[in-house]
T-cell receptor, first 115, second 108 residues
Framework: GAVVSQHPSRVICKSGTSVKIECRSLDFQATTMFWYRQFPKQSLMLMATSNEGSKATYEQGVEKDKFLINHASLTLSTLTVTSAHPEDSSFYIC???????????FGSGTRLTVV | RKEVEQDPGPFNVPEGATVAFNCTYSNSASQSFFWYRQDCRKEPKLLMSVYSSGNEDGRFTAQLNRASQYISLLIRDSKLSDSATYLCVVGTGNQFYFGTGTSLTVIP
């Protein structure tokens, strides 16, 4: 089946530093990837939609200058959390739809802890 | 109004019980519907798609009611391993919306 590989799975960083999260579609091309954030005991919340070769579309309330998204190829999208703060600590997940009505395939998620 | 509404639960049921979850959606133009299962601290995994005619996979049955704009998931003969959070997802064009998830705990 379709696989989305996400790295790193866990990262601890100091406040003020930047963290990059990668998502790769391994066996399909993803013109669109979705980035979600999930706080404890809450649902997945869409942050942004990443489009290959063009600017990402951000959801209301998500700072585009803080959460930089790059989708330079059909198989790779990256999310960079810039100047991270403790309140950015969360579970970040990417996903893409391989197509054919098969729904989403999710990456394994990245647990970010900012100390 | 939220695009997708889902009862967060929690649902605590004994082994062997039958349990049902519903999810309502607000956009009548929605075209695709899914149920996902998410285990603690893991990514969601597709459980089943929901078709207009309804579909069944073993102990799991998913149904779509377009008139009332809801989808349902029925789990029969609950197992301990069914304990998880179940998320509904509703797709409208290129947009997908998640429910908040329903927590299920199956008790021995």
């Amino acid at each position: 089946g379709a696989v989305v590989s996400q790295h790193p799975s866990r990262v601890i960083c100091k406040s003020g530093t930047s963290v990059k999260i990668e998502c790769r579609s391994l066996d399909f091309q993803a013109t669109t990837m979705f980035w979600y954030r999930q706080f404890p005991k809450q649902s997945l919340m869409l942050m942004a939609t990443s489009n290959e070769g063009s600017k990402a579309t951000y959801e209301q309330g998500v700072e585009k200058d803080k959460f930089l998204i790059n989708h330079a190829s059909l198989t790779l999208s990256t999310l960079t959390v810039t100047s991270a703060h403790p309140e950015d600590s969360s579970f970040y997940i990417c996903s893409a739809a391989p197509g054919g009505g098969s729904g989403y395939t999710f990456g394994s998620g990245t647990r970010l802890t900012v100390v | 109004r939220k695009e997708v509404e889902q009862d967060p639960g929690p649902f605590n049921v004994p082994e062997g019980a039958t349990v049902a979850f519903n999810c309502t959606y607000s956009n009548s133009a929605s075209q695709s519907f899914f149920w996902y299962r998410q285990d603690c601290r893991k990514e969601p995994k597709l459980l089943m798609s929901v078709y207009s005619s309804g579909n069944e996979d073993g102990r799991f049955t998913a149904q779509l009611n377009r008139a009332s704009q809801y989808i349902s998931l029925l789990i029969r003969d609950s197992k301990l391993s069914d304990s998880a959070t179940y998320l509904c997802v509703v797709g409208t064009g290129n947009q997908f919306y998640f429910g908040t998830g329903t927590s299920l705990t199956v008790i021995p």
